[in-house]
């Protein structure tokens, strides 16, 4: 997935006018987080959790102290011009995706610090992670009336959907071809839910 959306990007080295080198190296991983790994971080305690279903090793970060979470993709993005339109953003599981949210809810966070740059406080941090829930389940609904609009048929859906809800809405900021490489692993994945 890491290299398909790096290639995607090529076209963007257009913009990389310092010659800067943007090569991606291996390296060592030096400390593998889990669920219950905690770090003090000098009266503040950081609890790690694992929040699958945006990827399969996605991982979530709450203060308690201060009720915050930094859920990174695993509670969707806001998009739009205003913030006011719902990315969803599980790529891996949509099933896990689910659970990771309704996780998320019970930790009744007072603060969501999201992974492109909002910062939602008090009964918008709640709401936040409920309309996210919400917005899964529609999202799936959609998904699939794309599927039976193409009679089954993915890479139809994903073109029709890609039009539909990218091109005519516009309210995705996201690079077209970053969205199309996400699009396809949902439909691809909620058609396999349709047919196991």
Same mark, same amino acid.
């Given at each position: 997935?890491?290299n398909?959306l ?5 076209d ?5 006018t310092?010659g800067?080198?943007?090569?991606l ?7 593998i987080?889990k669920?219950?790994d =905690?770090?003090?971080?000098g009266g503040?305690t950081c609890?790690?959790?694992e929040?699958p279903?945006?990827?399969?090793d ?5 203060i308690?102290e ?7 993709e ?8 205003t ?7 599980f790529l ?14 019970s930790?009744?966070p007072?603060i969501v610090?999201?992974?492109h ?10 709401g936040f992670?409920?309309?996210a ?7 799936r609904?959609?998904? =699939?009336?794309y599927?039976?609009?193409a009679g089954?048929?993915?890479e139809?859906a ?7 809800e990218?091109d ?11 969205y199309?490489?996400?699009l396809?692993?949902?439909?691809k994945?909620?058609?396999g839910?349709r047919?196991?």
């Amino acid at each position: 997935m890491m290299n398909q959306l790096s290639a995607n990007h090529i076209d963007l080295l257009k913009y990389n006018t310092a010659g800067e080198d943007l090569t991606l190296h291996q390296f060592e991983i030096d400390i593998i987080l889990k669920r219950g790994d =905690e770090f003090d971080l000098g009266g503040l305690t950081c609890q790690v959790y694992e929040v699958p279903g945006h990827t399969r090793d996605s991982l979530a970060f709450y203060i308690p102290e201060i009720k915050a979470l930094f859920p990174g993709e695993a509670a969707g993005v806001l998009q739009g011009e205003t913030g006011n339109a719902m990315q969803v953003e599980f790529l891996s599981s949509y099933n896990d995706y689910i659970d990771s949210l309704k996780f998320m809810i019970s930790l009744q966070p007072e603060i969501v610090c999201l992974g492109h740059g909002c910062v939602l406080t008090h009964e918008d941090a709640s709401g936040f992670l409920e309309s996210a829930l919400a917005e899964t389940f529609r999202y799936r609904k959609l998904i =699939e009336n794309y599927l039976d609009a193409a009679g089954g048929n993915i890479e139809r859906a994903i073109q029709e959907m890609a039009h539909s809800e990218y091109d005519v809405k516009g309210s995705i900021l996201q690079e077209r071809v970053s969205y199309l490489t996400n699009l396809s692993a949902q439909v691809k994945h909620i058609a396999g839910l349709r047919d196991s």
